[in-house]
């Protein structure tokens, strides 16, 4: 009877377990604010996406805590990074959404890297996009065999970003004759330059141009020339760089590159927040992405939703991190702006 009894007590404490636990998951967070740090400035696509996310991941988090965004734009999304990494609230009160570009940075061991995209909790993206080089129909390149021949000016903001390390890495690696005009004011004043003639192309993800420059390309005035991943996009009718990669070396610190493209727009934690607090978080982004208002929400702002969980996002970047350090070397070189 006595061990009877005893494996009663036992059964209810375990039951009794875990709504107290919940309980205390929801009073952390009741009447508190999360804040999202952005990497970017206020009305770019970065920034569209971080508040569309918060305004209904809230409701999925237990005690509801109020979404804050803050802008932290600077050497694409680099000051963010570090923030986040070194400064930010480690208990589960501050997120961040950075460039897809910033764990590769840290890996290729760029300058002022200062965090292990290792040790970052990822939480989600919530969209997953392909990238493109474009350039002005009267710059006189047609195709992507005219870049062997003629040069293509590009204008770039700065260094860890994909409008300046792509061209780089591109006139670096295949031989391609971009010229790369650096400091613009993000994608947005790139492509405000392209209309007024400053420049001539861009190397962007191609939701984002097609978001702000779709009238151009309908029109005719801007052209894409070709997409960075290994498989050609049918939707976009234009070929793939990988067709001009002549060794496997090549290809390897292609897929180096385009790699980043499978993060997406990444959230992500601080290192040291309490596990239960990201699986908590982790779960209301999930749950988020699936809510009826969200979609609807973002079909009206022609946003497509596809999004990748936390656990494929640090995977694919613990795939770049297991390649040979000698490749990601080399790649880095190839995307410094010294050269």
């Known amino acids: 009877m006595k061990g009877s009894r005893a494996l009663v007590v036992i059964a209810c404490c375990s039951i009794m377990a875990a709504p107290l636990r919940a309980q205390s998951l929801a009073d952390f967070y009741k009447g508190k604010q999360i804040r999202m740090v952005v990497g970017s ?36 999304s680099l000051i963010a990074a ?34 292990d995209p290792l040790k970052f909790h990822w939480i989600g993206s919530p969209e997953i996009t392909h990238r493109g080089c474009y350039a002005r129909a009267d710059s006189g390149i047609k195709s992507p065999e005219d870049l062997f021949v003629r040069e293509l000016v590009v204008g770039g903001d700065g260094a860890g970003t994909a409008l300046t390390e792509t061209p780089l890495l591109l006139k670096n690696l295949l031989g391609m004759k971009f010229k790369l005009i650096d400091g613009y004011k993000g994608a947005t004043g790139v492509v405000l330059a392209m209309e007024r003639g400053e420049v001539e192309g861009i190397c962007q993800t191609t939701s984002a141009f097609m978001g702000s420059a779709q009238h151009l390309l309908d029109d005719g005035t801007f052209r894409i020339l070709f997409t960075t991943e290994r498989d ?6 234009a070929p793939t760089v990988f067709a001009y990669a002549k060794t496997d070396e090549q290809r390897m610190i292609l897929e180096v590159h385009a790699s980043s493209l499978e993060l997406g727009r990444p959230i992500l934690a601080p290192p040291n927040v309490p596990l239960e607090r990201i699986a908590a978080l982790r779960s209301a982004f999930v749950a988020a992405m699936k809510d009826p208002a969200l979609l609807d929400e973002a079909r009206q702002m022609k946003l497509t939703v596809e999004a990748r969980s936390g656990e494929e996002i640090a995977a694919a970047i613990r795939t770049v991190a297991e390649l040979p350090a000698e490749l990601v070397a080399k790649a880095a070189r190839m995307t410094r702006i010294q050269q």
């Open 41 to 76: 400035e206020s009305g770019q696509d970065y920034d569209t996406w971080a508040r569309l996310v918060a305004r209904h991941m809230r409701q999925y988090i237990p005690g509801n805590p109020v979404f804050v965004i803050e802008n932290m734009p600077g050497a694409g």
């Open 82 to 115: 570090n923030h986040l990494y070194n400064k930010a609230a480690q208990d589960g009160t501050t997120l961040g959404m950075v460039s897809r570009n910033i764990p590769n940075y840290a890996l290729m061991r760029q300058p002022n890297a200062s965090y």
């Open 232 to 237: 050609p996009v049918p939707d976009l009718k």
